[in-house]
């Protein structure tokens, strides 16, 4: 016969405190907690009633309770029969606790999966009334509230966050006509001109199919095979192989609405429109090698600079511009304006600036909004519409498909931060975790009921109409002759750019290529790349070794036009003019100049900059004057490759101290490596003898001895990075 257990005399092992030390080993002692919180484990004894052993003291704190809302006495332990017995079955507490978290989980975004996000508002500037009846756009000074999603587009949901790839800059207006998303991309052109090929394209993207990788970049054959078949993709080749890929915050980076849309006025007149968001903080990239170490540094760089950025005050903002034009332009233009491969030049169609985005609040909970946010391309409001693009209207299908998907049914819009903040009366009901529907006795319209009880009513002068285009011809699958020049604005994004970029353009485009394995893929790509320009052509061949160049791939449009530059495609020529919201690496020795170090924080605190001090010790330093000074960083976790720019201020000592240790080096050969500026103390030459670099040592390398220096030094970091040391530093560019 079974022992019946006996839960008020446990045995005598289940009263030892964990399990036995291995020989060898000290036994462990047990954390000593703040008196107020008790330790989880109860040994041998029922829990008290009421679960106070879990709680806090001192503070009115919630009982915890199950979903079901009954309060829970022991969190700790499952119900058993005896203190070794099994676990048994009928214990409700454990069974729903483990069985909520099974489920939760949703499916990830099938592209864009890992992404930040935060509120804010949009706030218009200039009324926009005589072209569109949009009540968001008409009066100066309105506001409404908007959350933003920013994402990659190829990597997992745990990918790192500087994988070479673009980003999605997705908006959603919370306006009084309900909700409006611009989901949009930080690069204004796409791969593709249908949507019929987007899977193939995302396919060929993502990790490859038999192994599993790699994951989040598109440095391998199926990619690149992919793109060198599709030559509709060579303007997004040059944009995605320029440095706008890898940002440097997305404070950073510009948003475009991509397609051509429709505004349309109150007297039912459309006028098209594309949509720009612009950086208050200009423009701004990493460097490639700099990006690979990021990577490994802090895979969340993206994100943590966002919500610090938001969390200091320092709130991103971005001007809502926008191009437009009418029917006669779209006739005249070179380019078909539903062509999602082509920008209008800035130079063409100004950016009229007409509001403005800012970010002013973190998400409470990263789940609930972030990962349940769902965009959708069809959800726009009275006075907005689309065009024929294909690829925006490929989408418009996509977007409530894969929420129904992730979301699990067709009453996501119940989730707050999907839902409009404005009342939704309609007669949709039921469905998955249906939490609005409709009080009383009808569900249907038209009904004779009246208004009180048979509820809402379409309204012709508010509702939303569509643009009435006229619309013939015969069905049929086929491109327009107008989508057919794949290479003249992929030439004209490479001629817009500084040298230096151009430069990067070609090396990002060796990098991926020499991860290629397939000699005739790499040999494709450069094959239109002659289309594009000859000498780029030429220097990635000669960057992969090809023994002779290809012919120049077929084109469906073979003239291609030389158009003039557009500065606006240009990252360096929109670059910072300040050291506003950036970040200096102070590295500090104990016995560094305190005035300095006092000097440099000071002029920093003036352009609204920030600064991390990086040390020897987490401990932090003790400065020249006696004054402790704490650390952000111990050397080894605080590389200089998360720093704007970076100073060295160390003692004698100090330096003797640093130049033996590789992260100290490593520190000062990365930043002059990606060419920032760096600012360093006379005593500093030690470290950076040792590190192989005190002879280089350039205009951008700038000592620092006394405050009126410090204050110099953050005037001249304002630029972006110092582009000239790039080509002593490179062998490419030899
Ligand atoms: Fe998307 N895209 N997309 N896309 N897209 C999705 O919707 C799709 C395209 C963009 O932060 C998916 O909710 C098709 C262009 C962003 O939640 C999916 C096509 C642009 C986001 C989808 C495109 C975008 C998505 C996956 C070709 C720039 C993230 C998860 C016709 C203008 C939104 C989801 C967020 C997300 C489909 C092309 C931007 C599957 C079929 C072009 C920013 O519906």
């Not at 809302?69 to 029969?81: F, H, R, T, V």
Request: glycine residues 8%; proline residues 7%.
């Amino acid at each position: 016969m079974a022992r019946k257990p006996d839960p008020t005399s446990p045995s005598k092992r289940a009263t030892k405190a964990g399990p036995a030390p291995a020989p060898g080993e000290s036994p462990q002692k047990a954390p000593k907690l703040p008196a107020s919180i008790a330790l989880s484990d109860s040994f041998g004894e029922p829990q008290a009633a009421g679960g106070e052993t879990h709680q806090v003291a001192g503070g009115d704190v919630a009982t915890l309770t199950s979903a079901q809302g009954m309060p829970i006495a022991d969190d700790q332990n499952s119900l058993k029969y005896g203190a070794r017995g099994p676990v048994l079955l009928e214990d409700p507490h454990f069974r729903e606790k483990i069985f909520h978290f099974d489920h939760e989980r949703i499916p990830e975004r099938v592209v864009h999966a890992r992404g930040v996000g935060a509120h804010g508002f949009f706030e218009l500037t200039e009324s926009l009334a005589d072209v569109t009846r949009a009540d968001v756009l008409q009066r100066v000074g309105e506001k409404v509230p908007a959350f933003v999603r920013f994402s990659t587009v190829a990597g997992s949901k745990g990918s790192a966050d500087l994988a070479r790839d673009v980003r999605g800059f997705a908006v959603k207006l919370y306006t009084q006509e309900g909700n409006w998303d611009i989901v949009g991309n930080n690069i204004p052109v796409f791969f593709i001109q249908d949507a019929i090929k987007f899977p193939d394209l995302i396919h060929a993207a993502k990790p490859e199919p038999d192994r599993g990788f790699p994951q989040a970049q598109t440095a391998h054959d199926n990619f690149w095979d992919f793109i060198s078949l599709t030559p509709e993709s060579m303007h997004m080749v040059m944009w995605i192989m320029s440095d706008r890929t890898i940002p440097r915050s997305l404070r950073t980076i510009e948003g475009f609405g991509v397609h051509s849309f429709r505004l349309v006025n109150a007297e039912g007149k459309s006028t098209f429109v594309k949509f720009h968001w612009k950086p208050k903080a200009a423009l701004q990239s990493v460097v490639w090698n700099e990006a690979v170490k990021i990577n490994g540094a802090d895979p969340d760089f993206h994100r943590r600079d966002l919500w610090d950025a938001i969390n200091a005050g320092d709130f991103p903002e971005w001007e809502l511009g926008v191009q437009l034009f009418d029917e006669d332009f779209a006739n005249s233009f070179d380019f078909d304006i539903l062509d999602p491969t082509k920008i209008i030049p800035e130079e063409l169609v100004p950016v009229r600036i007409v509001g403005r985005l800012v970010l002013d609040r973190v998400v409470d909970n990263f789940f609930a909004e972030t990962e349940q946010v769902a965009f959708c391309t069809q959800n726009i409001i009275p006075g907005i519409d689309f065009t024929n693009d294909p690829l925006l209207q490929g989408r418009n299908f996509s977007y409530l498909d894969t929420q129904l998907k992730r979301l699990g049914g067709p009453n996501f819009t119940h989730i707050p931060i999907n839902a409009p903040k404005v009342p939704v009366a309609n007669f949709q009901q039921d469905g998955h975790m249906a939490i609005a529907n409709r009080k009383g006795r009808v569900n249907y319209e038209p009904n004779s009921w009246g208004a009180e009880i048979g509820g809402p009513r379409e309204d012709p002068a508010k509702g939303f109409t569509s643009f009435a285009a006229t619309e013939e011809g015969p069905k049929l699958r086929l491109r327009p002759e107008s989508f057919a020049d794949h290479y003249s604005q992929a030439r004209q994004f490479l001629v817009s750019q500084e040298p230096i970029e151009q430069k990067h353009i070609g090396d990002a485009l060796v990098f991926e290529l020499s991860k290629v394995e397939r000699p005739d893929i790499r040999a494709r790509i450069v094959s239109h790349l002659l289309n594009i320009d000859a000498g780029l052509a030429q220097t990635v061949a000669d960057g992969l070794g090809l023994a002779a160049l290809p012919a120049p791939a077929q084109a469906a449009r073979p003239t291609v036009m030389d158009l003039p530059v557009s500065n606006a495609l240009s990252i360096v020529r929109n670059g910072p003019d300040s050291f506003q919201g950036r970040k200096l690496g102070i590295l500090l020795s104990d016995g560094a100049d305190a005035g300095l170090f006092k000097g440099l924080t000071a002029a920093l605190y003036k352009v609204g900059a920030v600064f991390e001090v990086i040390a020897p010790k987490i401990g932090g330093v003790t400065l020249s004057d006696g004054t402790a000074q704490a650390a952000r960083h111990k050397i080894d976790g605080g590389p200089s490759i998360l720093f704007d720019a970076v100073a060295v201020v160390v003692s004698d000592e100090g330096a003797a101290l640093l130049a033996g240790d590789a992260a100290a080096q490593d520190f000062v050969r990365d930043a002059f490596a990606h060419c920032k500026y760096i600012g360093l103390t006379k005593a500093a030459q030690p470290l950076f003898a040792k590190a192989g670099i005190a002879d280089l040592l350039d205009d951008a390398c700038l000592a620092l001895g006394t405050a009126k220096d410090a204050a110099a030094f953050v005037d001249t970091i304002g630029a972006l990075r110092f582009w000239p040391r790039e080509l002593e530093v490179d062998l490419d560019a030899k």
